[in-house]
């Protein structure tokens, strides 16, 4: 690991195993080392971490599209009994396919299993799919998910393997994002057997009296599954970010996540990744439960959906009543750390409220009792057709941007937040000053550990032991957030030094010649590993027993002759 002494670029060996399409490591600065005083920190510090980016923004991006769109489809599926006009609702019906609700794709899609009449119940009869086969399909899906969650998390914890527990991270982060996108079509297939029809029969299936024993054995596991995914889950999801949540106080909060961030782009940690910072990284504090509160708040338009599923004119109201709250609410908070994210947001429950009001002021009228022209089926359609044209200007615009700002990345300021020389200019002077000495401090330790010990740095370990034993001391007093961090890195320099300073050459103990000698030695330390790497090649044929007696003959003519002219030298 060390550095030519010609100017090349030094690159540093990542923390975690990397893919194979980023085999290359990480090139984080130049031939300097992290003591001398010409040392351009800031190239250290702030370097480039694409490789290895803690950015969420096309991840964000995907699931708020994708959530308006599936709430969308469920309005729609509702919206058949409300009903929109004939023309949109055949439009509509390919948005109900983003929740995979193959059952009313189907409705919609004959005249003679749908008619755009109010309040109108289809005959189970007449469908050509059995809902009992869609309702196995998801029960399966469901278990084979729960199955390979546990059977994955079982083999990885048999195995031992050195970086465990960042795999088991990836495996949870990649489970966690499959029930964010699951969860509202799953919970769409479990929520219409509560549907009621006429003479008080299950709405998909006639035959069946609705809340008998027959049906009951349904609902259950419908029950169990909305306590597991709707109650249990989010609650496990915010007991774990609460535990990494450190501050009450934003602008701290800002600083911790920005600091972690860091030492994770720059391989000197892996709490970021085994902690699931990604949950709450997006977010501000105010908003860091957001993932979790945003699943609760789907059990809830899903209760909307199916207990009033006769009273279609309460059902549109309080669809109307609930969308325009969280519009509200999320206007206020401003939950994401990106304000273009917020404004999407706010639009898209905007559009979503938009959309309900329509079906709401539908519902409280029929062809008989109609007497504004604007509630026509074609001024309706205009209606719809411009709410969700601006929409989805409004998504290829904020989609545009993104793509954008991602490609021009000389050009353009970038979106998501880093820790960068001039974004530490608005945090709090203290903490700006902790993360500073906490990158510079893990920068020393990690290059300790990668050479040598003989000739690793321990006097700059001595050296960052005193200033980081003060900054906690001093954190601490203050009650700044970063104190518990600045104790944990002042325990990993102590045992570094510990087991380091008995052997290197810099040690305190050891004589300023030495040091001196041991640092000239070091500067021609990588032209002699290049000599070695090149012997080896030269005589890569010979036998190796005869290749070491070589080098050793070598070596042992090289010392006689020095002995031998100084000898000479000073005889003279």
Known sequence: MMSSAGGENREAMPLLPVSASQKRPVKITEDKEYWEDDFDEDKVLFSDGKRRGTSLIFNDAFILILEYLQYFGLIASLAARWPWPADWLAFSRYEVLINIDI??????GSNVTYKNAHAYFTPSVSMSLNYWTICLAWAIVFFIL????????VILMYKKHPFMLVRVAHLQRVYIVIMQLICLPIGLAAAKLFHTADKNAVDIDNTMEAYSSDHWVMLAPSLLLAVM????????LIAKTQKEILSKSSERHEAYLQLKETEYVQGLDVLYIISSFHLFSSFKRVGAHYRAV???LKLVILVIYAALFQQISIQALLLTIAFSILTIAYMIIRPFRIGMFNFVLCFNFFCLTANCLVGTMQTNFDSYTLRSPWFTPTYLLYIHIVINGVWLFSSVVFVSILVINHFCTNKCQPLWPTMSSSGMSKLNPDTRRYMRAILRARHILEKSLQIPPIFAPAHELARQIQIINAFCREAEYL????????WDLLDELIDAHSRIAPKSLFAESVKDSIRFTAAELMKMMPMFVRRLA???YDFILMNPMKRRMLLKMYCLGTCLCSVLVRTLSIHE
């Not at 009650?479 to 961090?485: C, E, S, W």
């Open 146 to 153: 729960l199955a390979s969650y546990i059977v994955l998390y």
């Open 103 to 108: 059952w009313e794709f189907v409705k919609l």
């Open 294 to 296: 945003s699943h609760m």
């Open 534 to 536: 090149q012997r080896e």
């Open 479 to 486: 009650q700044d957030p970063i104190h518990d961090t600045l």
């Open 229 to 236: 995914m709707y109650i249990l889950f989010p609650i496990w």
